[in-house]
């Protein structure tokens, strides 16, 4: 990495600008991944940032937005990093309006803070993101983070309705609003949401919420192998019942499990449980915990990250077995373990554990077999002795296209230069 | 104006006739007429000529032309738009995708359809219910417009409420690029590696490039539906019983709100028996019988509650139909009871509609100008219809600037200009009171991103010119700068 240090007068002028409480240096624990940032600023106010942001541009300064620190480790190492910029102080709810369903809420604010907020007048945003008490609403949006509400309630592109975003040239810019349904100019919500921090720096993000649930069951659905499983998700998404949540789990010793998740009326329920036991076969059908829903976040609790390896995958819904088969074959031939969380959207997460070398052969080979049906492999997390991988696959023929956004907004590579797909 | 040079010489003409055939090219002046304006019709603008290529390669041909002779573009579908978004530009060519009208693929397991961009949107729907699927998308034009011009004014509908305007349903888009590449975004598939360049391709409004292929979302009929009618003695009532609906942790599939003057307008038009009253609410609720039938009941108290003196729920599709056709065409209706009228579709938070409609009532009265009012309720999604008579001199001018005074109003109130019809040409102005300057800028510097010689769908959405300053490669000049009227920045 590049090994140049932040020149004490620029360290001065970031200390003007947030005070000098807030600007020290950074630590080995601010890497991201084997890249060592100089120094840490966390700004107070958008202004600070923004501010921050252009200080950095113009001496030529890598930086690295920072909200929770949860997700960092996703995408390609930075091929330089000179600062992390904080979101930390930035953590204000600026206005639940209830009555209209929306929230306005600073970028550093946790997920576990938003919440609770919301749920004082019975209302959420309706996401499942993992670690909600540490991640934040400018982190979640920035790795565009779902779960299995997004089945029913969309990705964070339909709920979220207005961000500001700082860019590198210090203008602070806003897009969208603070109502539901608005198409005046374009949409750069949805152009911020998954972009890594590669293209400003979110601020403040305006969201539509749902009501919470009157109340919610979850069933559990046992299948004797993945084509059975396959066959009930698919019979579920072709059928009148209206669930939140569908997923299945999978792994390389026990037979598939499907849950699926019911909000609503406790006569609503009651029927649809009704209808759910005349799908399946009846005998499969159990009342399941809720807490089955943190399957997903369940896969990144392991003991070693140097022997364990995190994916995502998209597929469509129905190369649920054909993936599922796939994975199984590949995980014997590398002689790695394997375990996955599949939901009906398509979206799936696949956690990987054996030796580097290994690892690397079976992303490697799933990434073709999927890249070979039209669907993708993403890497969240490889150990770190693991050969290089790039984290995203290959790019399509938008990849130009995209560059010439970055290139419109990030002209100088400054923010998280090279974390992001095919180099950008 | 716009430099007279490059334009139209016989030799483009003849190239343009080479890739669309005879029957694809529209140049005499009698003919071009059709295309002056789409559903915004004091505006016109007569284009050089029209294009009506029959497949993506033809587009992409044409797209190449346009790049290389500098010639401005204005893709159009339906032409049912209200703002103004396919509106013809000085010495620019239309490009009509109405033959480009075909269904390509319906994956009903996956819930995909792929379609081309002359598709009219009620056509996906015909063509996959016989498997109890719908495309949900229902602007009120549904039966004419195309998905095309859907996707570029993010268009959305009674139903969005519950499932999303346009951009919910696009997962993937083949797109023509301003400079004749062609590109997929997004795609089958949920996240794709990459920014989300579908995303901001829905709803830019033909400034981007013209989309060749859609893939769409479709959706399961829910096991049923059920509308209720309930009349209030004003909007106000009605607003608060909406109010009082959202607050019980409920999500319709659609509230609407109508005024009296739009319920008189409707039964003039289509005599869906309406109770006469000072706001109807429309509401209707999907899902399994079980759990709609709970919340019917308790939809019903809070109506009652807050002042329904009549509540009525439709007893068979066919009283359904009859209550959405009221509905749906309000706009037209309105025909019934003036000669002329302005619609606009801002959008204010729900809470602020008692003071926006009264403020709208102190606005009309002091003109002297009638404004009818049907809303999609549960969104605050305006649609203030104002009234009038061109014959009568000064009168056009005077409702115009009403209605822009109502869309400040929303601004004011925290809203948006607008909620489905896009800016276009009409709301250009607007856009500046909506957004600051660096907000602009920076949608203009994606805009620079896909489009840096501003071809496609010029003089569209930004209130002033304004040029990319960077271009990659050689610099050239746009037509504007040339002309004297705008100065690189």
Same mark, same amino acid.
């Given at each position: ?13 970031? +200390? ?11 630590? %080995? ?26 200080? @950095? ?27 992390? !910029? ?5 953590? +204000? ?7 209209? *369903? ?11 803070? *938003?919440?609770? =907020? ?8 309706? !996401? ?14 920035? =790795? ?89 998700? *698919?019979?579920?998404?072709? %059928?009148?019942?209206?669930?939140? @949540?569908?997923? %299945? ?11 699926? *998740?019911?909000?609503? =009326? ?41 022997? =364990? ?19 199984? +074959? ?29 690892? #690397? ?45 970055? #290139? ?17 | ?56 390669? $033809? ?204 319920? $008189? ?78 619609? $606009? ?49 000064? $009168? ?94």
């Amino acid at each position: 990495m590049n090994p140049t240090s932040i020149p004490l007068s620029a360290e001065q002028k970031f +200390q003007t600008i947030v005070g000098p409480d807030h600007v020290r240096p950074a630590t %080995s624990a601010d890497s991201v991944m084997a890249a060592q940032p100089k120094l840490i600023v966390e700004p107070g106010t958008e202004k600070e940032l923004a501010e921050a942001l252009r200080l @950095s541009n113009e001496a030529g300064l890598a930086v690295i937005p920072r909200g929770g620190g949860t997700k960092l480790a996703w995408g390609n190492p930075p091929s330089r990093a000179d600062l992390v !910029l904080s979101t930390a102080r930035l953590n +204000q709810i600026i206005e639940h309006a209830w009555a209209d *369903l929306t929230v306005t809420v600073e970028a550093g604010c946790t997920i576990q803070k *938003l919440q609770q =907020t919301l749920a004082q007048h019975g209302q959420r945003l309706a !996401l499942d993101a993992l670690w909600p008490e540490k991640a934040t609403v400018g982190g979640i949006l920035s =790795t565009n983070e779902s779960g299995a509400l997004r089945l029913r309630f969309g990705a964070l592109r339909d709920l979220i309705i207005g961000v500001t975003i700082a860019l590198p040239d210090g203008t602070l810019a806003s897009s969208g609003g603070k109502v539901v349904k608005n198409v005046a100019g374009y949409d750069l919500p949805k152009l911020i949401t998954g972009a890594l921090g590669t293209l400003g720096i979110i601020t403040r993000a305006s969201f539509r919420l749902h009501p919470l649930p009157l109340n919610t069951r979850t069933f559990s659905v046992a299948a004797s192998d993945v084509e059975q499983a396959q066959k009930f998700v *698919l019979a579920v998404q072709d %059928s009148k019942l209206a669930h939140t @949540s569908l997923q %299945s789990r999978f792994c390389d010793e026990n037979s598939p499990v499907s849950e699926i *998740l019911f909000e609503g =009326t406790i006569a609503g329920l009651a029927a649809q449980e009704k209808q759910l036991r005349t799908l399946a076969a009846p005998a499969n059908v159990v009342e399941a915990s809720a807490s089955i829903w943190a399957s997903r976040e369940s896969l990144w609790s392991f003991s070693d990250p140097e022997t =364990t390896a995190m994916a995502k995958f998209s597929i469509l819904p129905t190369a649920m077995t054909r993936t599922i088969e796939s994975l199984g +074959q590949i995980a014997r031939g590398q002689k790695v373990c394997w375990k996955a969380v599949h939901f009906a959207t398509g979206l799936g997460h696949i956690r990987l554990k054996g030796e580097p070398g290994a690892l #690397h052969a079976a992303l490697e080979l799933l990434r073709k077999d999927l890249e070979g049906h039209s669907s993708s492999l993403v890497l969240l997390h490889h150990p770190a002795k693991m050969l290089p991988l790039d984290a995203w696959g290959s790019p399509g023929d938008s990849l130009p296209l995209m560059k010439s956004v970055k #290139h419109r907004l990030d002209p100088a590579n400054t923010l998280n230069p090279g974390r992001f797909l095919a180099g950008i | 104006m716009l430099p007279d040079k490059p334009m139209m010489n016989p030799s483009i003409l003849h190239e343009l006739r080479a890739i669309v055939g005879e029957r694809g090219l529209i140049s005499s002046p009698e003919e071009l007429h059709t295309y002056e304006c789409d559903g915004l019709t004091n505006f016109r603008v007569m284009p050089r000529a029209v294009l009506l290529p029959a497949s993506a390669e $033809q587009v992409q041909a044409i797209v190449r032309l346009c790049y290389r002779e500098k010639i401005p573009f204005v893709a159009r579908g339906s032409g049912t738009g209200l703002s103004g978004g396919a509106l013809p530009v000085e010495n620019g060519i239309v490009i009509s995708l109405a033959r480009m009208n075909r269904i390509l693929e319906v994956d009903f397991p996956n819930a995909r359809a792929v379609v081309e961009p002359g598709v009219i949107n009620l056509d996906v729907t015909a063509r996959i219910q016989h498997n109890d699927y719908f495309y949900a998308p229902d602007p009120s034009s549904q039966s004419v417009c195309s998905i095309g011009g859907n996707v570029a004014e993010n268009s959305g509908g009674a139903h969005c409420l519950k499932y999303g305007f346009t951009t919910t349903h696009v997962l993937g888009l083949e797109v023509v690029l301003p400079d004749g590449e062609m590109v997929h975004l997004g795609g089958k598939t949920l996240d794709t590696p990459g920014y989300d360049l579908a995303g901001v391709f829905v709803g830019s409004e033909g400034t981007l490039g013209i989309a060749t292929k859609i893939i769409l979302r479709i959706v399961k009929r829910p096991e049923c539906i059920r509308t209720l009618l309930a009349a209030f003695p004003s909007t106000n009532e009605a607003g608060a019983a909406v109010s009082g609906i959202i607050a019980a942790g409920m999500l319709p599939a659609a509230i609407e709100m109508m005024d009296n003057l739009a319920i $008189q307008a409707a039964e003039a038009a289509v005599h869906p028996n309406y109770p006469n009253c000072g706001g109807l609410l429309l509401v209707e609720l999907d899902g399994p019988v079980a759990e709609v039938e709970a919340l019917m009941t308790h939809v019903d108290e809070i109506c009652r509650s807050n002042g329904a003196w009549e509540i009525r729920v439709a007893q068979s599709d066919a009283e359904r139909a009859l209550v959405w056709k009221g509905r749906k065409s309000a706009f037209a209706a309105v025909g019934r009871i003036s000669p002329n009228y302005i619609v $606009q579709d801002g959008v204010i938070p729900r809470t602020a509609l008692p003071q926006v409609m009264s403020e709208i009532d102190r606005l009309s009265q002091e003109n002297g100008l009638r404004v009818a009012n049907v809303f999609h309720a549960g969104d605050g999604n305006l649609h203030p219809l104002v009234l009038y008579d061109r014959r009568i001199p000064g $009168q056009e001018e005077a409702a115009l600037a009403l209605s822009y005074k109502i869309l400040e109003l929303c601004i004011a109130a925290g809203g948006s200009i607008t909620g489905e019809h896009g800016v276009g040409e009409e709301k250009k102005s607007m856009m500046s009171k909506m957004f600051a300057e660096p907000d602009l800028n920076t949608m203009h510097l994606v805009r620079c991103a896909f489009d840096p010689l501003q071809l496609s769908n010029p003089t569209k959405v930004f209130p002033t010119p304004r040029l990319c300053g960077e271009t990659p490669g050689e610099y050239i000049p746009h037509p504007l700068e040339t002309a004297g009227i705008a100065e690189r920045f």
